[in-house]
């Protein structure tokens, strides 16, 4: 018997409801309660939260690029190299590729990741490095005809993709959703910047 209800609770699944009809994750809930001994869970369990629904996302989009096996920084980047191709770099106004500098600062990740990325995109003949003809000390990185073939074949199951992933989600739930992430990102860059401003952490002495 205690094997039946075991597997009627996994059948069951983790998600419950609060009192205002909210989900929430019971293991996290619990296991987080255990970790600050008694006290407020809210902001860990919306952490957890966030980290599940990312890794949701990204199951249905590693499902939709048919084991081409690109990361989602590297499709990142072949995504933006794409709408330059069509709107003239980052300005919209001149060659159609990018600098990995510009990449870099596009997708929030270092120079040296961003050239990690562009590395796997010339691997899978999806991106080409050139000289910028306008400036000879810079490198423009731009996706190449298989690499723009790949987008179009893309963009169909990933439509498919976050349809069903957000079923249900009303345009204004959407639209918070997006506002609410962004907000996390937000608070996050001003903190990196606050660390980078001190050197010894905030934890330092000050004299």
């Not at 293991?27 to 990312?54: N, P, Q």
Request: net charge negative; with cysteine; proline share 4%.
């Amino acid at each position: 018997m205690k094997q039946v209800h075991t597997s009627e609770e996994a059948a069951a699944g983790p998600l419950g409801r609060d009192a205002e009809g909210r989900l929430y994750d019971s293991r996290v809930r619990t296991a987080m309660g255990v970790f600050t001994k008694g006290g407020d869970t809210l902001a860990l369990e919306a952490a957890a939260a966030a980290r599940s629904a990312f890794h949701a996302v990204e199951k249905l989009r590693a499902h939709g690029s048919r084991g081409r096996g690109l990361s989602a920084g590297a499709l990142d980047v072949l995504v933006r190299l794409g709408a330059a191709s069509r709107t003239g770099g980052a300005d919209g106004g001149g060659e159609p590729g990018l600098t990995v500098g510009e990449l870099a600062r596009a997708g929030g990740v270092s120079p040296r990741n961003a050239t990690g990325l562009v590395d796997t995109l010339e691997r899978e003949g999806l991106a080409r490095r050139s000289p910028d003809p306008n400036d000879r000390r810079a490198v423009l990185v731009t996706a190449t005809d298989e690499g723009l073939a790949w987008l179009e074949e893309f963009r169909a199951p990933t439509e498919r993709a976050m349809a069903a992933v957000f079923r249900g989600f009303s345009a204004e739930e959407l639209a918070q959703l997006r506002h609410l992430c962004l907000r996390l990102v937000e608070n996050q860059q001003q903190i990196e910047q606050y660390l980078t401003a001190v050197p010894d952490g905030p934890g330092a002495e000050v004299s």
